[in-house]
């Protein structure tokens, strides 16, 4: 008990000191000199502005909005835009490490950032998300650029908020700039499968837990916390790839439970008619607590940050846990996970394919040429299914689990990039 409130209190649960110690503890592994220590753990830059919108009532609402831009070293920075109230420059700060980490780890040319906005797209008619995402890139087009910093959706953030502020950059520039964000819709230079790429990786990665740990995914039983882009895309593809069993899902308002297996296309289309996928027909309703402890194969977090804690580590009943969402997992849950033998497929690695498909949207645009999804997912496979198995040799050459494997490796490429630059 005293050591699960000495977590809270050491990082009170602060996901940028969590991505901290995750660099302090990679750099310790790679022996690191302290001062490379210290530049890898602070942003190069972040800016926070305030964006006045015009609401329907004819007032004007002031919102607040980051971007943090942490590395870009191996190339110009990248990362998602998040909408979400409870947003913080913290979280951000953690979201645009875990980036940096995440493109050099998959091995794709881009360094780290985030940017988020403080608000609650539900309670936001159409006309006034439009005047807010339009208003964000007002504000920060002075930092972002095809060859400096290229946004793309997070939570919250869809392939229409991308049109708009595709749009809105053009217009400032003057020309148009397809390739200065990532997630647009097909018809405007999207990639084929970018909308499912998170969770096509993740299927991926699974796939290739489960050989390593001789589990057969066509008996396997699932539980996924989470019900939006990537939480009901892993449903469906795990199901349509592998004849999975999904036994549970969940979203904000709670969870729901079927021993024999639920469809995932009828709870998408109940949780779209209702707004929840509680009161499933032919589902008990169960808590997001309850789905967490679940015994299942495979147990994919797919919301947000620290659903997995000291509290609840011990009481996990998951085979393989494949993280879809970012950071899900604090560090001292990490550490029981892994003495319990718990296979957790790390979040930079899990979730990689989104940005993945998001370089092969931004290398299309560049060249004017777009490319058929079979040749889309067959470069995410070949590229997410190799590195799963450099991480999995450093984790057992090292006996360390398969996050700090992953930071190690990542964290060296962001190192040996700026040695090479002459920064460091
Ligand atoms: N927001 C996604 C992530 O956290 C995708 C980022 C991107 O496509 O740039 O990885």
Known sequence: MQEKASEKVKYNLNPFAIAQWQLDTAAKKLKLKPEIC?????????????IPV???????KIFKGYRVQHNNSRGPYKGGIRFHPDETIDTIRALAIWMTLKCAVIDIPFGGAKGGVVCNVKELSERELEGLSRGYIDKIDQIIGPEKDIPAPDVYTNPQIMSWMMDEYSKLKGNYHPEII???????GGSQGRSDATARGGAFMIREAAKHLNID????TVAIQGYGNAGSYIAILLKELFDSKIVAVSDSKGGIYNDNGLDPQEVLKHKNKTGSVIHFPEAENISNGQLLELKVDVLCPSALENCITLQNAEHINAKIIAELANGPTTPKADEVLFERGVFVIPDILCNAGGVTVSYFEWVQNLSGYSWEKNEVYDKLDRRMTKTFWEVLKVS??????????AHMIAVNRVVEAMKLRGWI
Not at 38 to 50: D, G, H
Not at 396 to 405: G, K, P, S
Request: proline share 5%; hydrophobic share 40%.
């Open 396 to 405: 057992l050459e090292h006996r360390i689990n398969m996050r700090v494997a």
């Open 38 to 50: 210290a530049l890898i753990k602070e942003p190069m830059r972040e800016i926070q502005v305030t």
């Open 54 to 60: 015009r609401m329907d009532n004819g007032t004007i």
């Open 182 to 188: 990532t997630g647009k819709p097909l018809s405007l």
């Open 217 to 220: 995914l066509s008996s396997a």
